[in-house]
C-alpha cells in the first residue's frame, strides 16, 4: 500500500464545476504539499500545509491531521485548470521534521469547456 | 517562472554514457532538491543538499551522484546509463530544509537510447 493515495486517478468536468481532489496518508507527517503539473511537464506547487486551511484565489486546500486527510477544491472550473495535481507529504523524522517528500500518484483533471 | 533554472531542458544519449543534469535555485535558497518522474513510478525524491552539504538521500542509485557547489548550484550526475533511467528529472530548491515552500525548474527530459 502506498503511503500517499489520491482519489480520484482521473476526474473529467464541465467548465463552471466545483471539483473535490482528495489525499490519504498513512505516516505521520510534517507538511503537505499540493502540487499542479501541466501538460508539458512542468510543477507549480500550489499550496503548502500543516494544519486547517488554505485559499488562494478559486482553489482551497484543508487538512486534517487526526484523519490523516487533505481534500483539494476548485471552484468555479476552468479548463485551464485542465493538469495532474499530485499530493505530496513530508513524513515526520527523527530531526522533527523532514527532508524527503513522498509523493501519491496524482489526479489527472480535465475540465471541458 | 519559479526562479529555478534547470539546463538542459531535453538531453539524448545512449546506454552506457554519463550525462550531468544543472540545476541554479532561486536566489537566496540554500536547499537543493532533486526528483525523477518515471511513467511506472511517478515522482519520487532522489537526494538533497543544504548549503553544500548532503542532508538527505532517497531513492537514488550508486551510479547517480548530486553535489552543490559553493556558489548553490547543483548537479546530477548519471553515469552508466540504461534505459530504465530515461525519465523526467526535476530540481527545486526552498529557503530552508523545514516546513519551507518549494519551487520547481523546468525539468530536464532525459531519453536513452
Known amino acids: 500500500k502506498n503511503e500517499v493515495e489520491q482519489s480520484p486517478q482521473n476526474l473529467t468536468a464541465q467548465e463552471g464545476e466545483f471539483i473535490t481532489i482528495n489525499c490519504s496518508y498513512s505516516v505521520g507527517i510534517s507538511a503537505l504539499h499540493w502540487l499542479q503539473q501541466h501538460p508539458g511537464g512542468g510543477i507549480v506547487s500550489l499550496f503548502m500545509?500543516?494544519?486547517g486551511k488554505k485559499k488562494h484565489g478559486r482553489l482551497i486546500a484543508t487538512i486534517n491531521i487526526q484523519e490523516k486527510h487533505s481534500s483539494l477544491h476548485i471552484t468555479a472550473s476552468h479548463p485551464r485548470d485542465s493538469a495532474v495535481y499530485i499530493c505530496?507529504?513530508?513524513?515526520?523524522?527523527?530531526?522533527?521534521?523532514?527532508?524527503?517528500?513522498?509523493f501519491g500518484k496524482g489526479t489527472k483533471l480535465t475540465v471541458n469547456p | 517562472d519559479s526562479g529555478v533554472t534547470q539546463t538542459p531542458k531535453h538531453l539524448i544519449t545512449a546506454t552506457g554514457q554519463r550525462v550531468t543534469l544543472r540545476c541554479s535555485p532561486r536566489?537566496?535558497?540554500?536547499?537543493v532538491y532533486w526528483y525523477q518522474q518515471s511513467l511506472d513510478q511517478g515522482l519520487q525524491f532522489l537526494i538533497q543538499?543544504?548549503?553544500?552539504?548532503?542532508?538527505a538521500k532517497g531513492n537514488i542509485l550508486e551510479r547517480f551522484s548530486a553535489q552543490q557547489f559553493p556558489d548553490l548550484h547543483s548537479e546530477l550526475n548519471l553515469s552508466s546509463l540504461e534505459l530504465g533511467d530515461s525519465a523526467l528529472y526535476f530540481c527545486?530548491?526552498?529557503?530552508?530544509?523545514?516546513?519551507?515552500?518549494?519551487?520547481f525548474g523546468s525539468g530536464t527530459q532525459l531519453s536513452v537510447l
Open positions: 505530496a507529504v513530508r513524513p515526520v523524522s527523527y530531526r522533527g521534521g523532514s527532508e524527503k517528500l513522498v
Open positions: 527545486a530548491s526552498s529557503v530552508d530544509p523545514f516546513f519551507s515552500e518549494l519551487f
Open positions: 500545509l500543516s494544519s
Open positions: 543538499y543544504y548549503n553544500g552539504e548532503e542532508r
Open positions: 536566489s537566496g535558497d540554500l536547499s
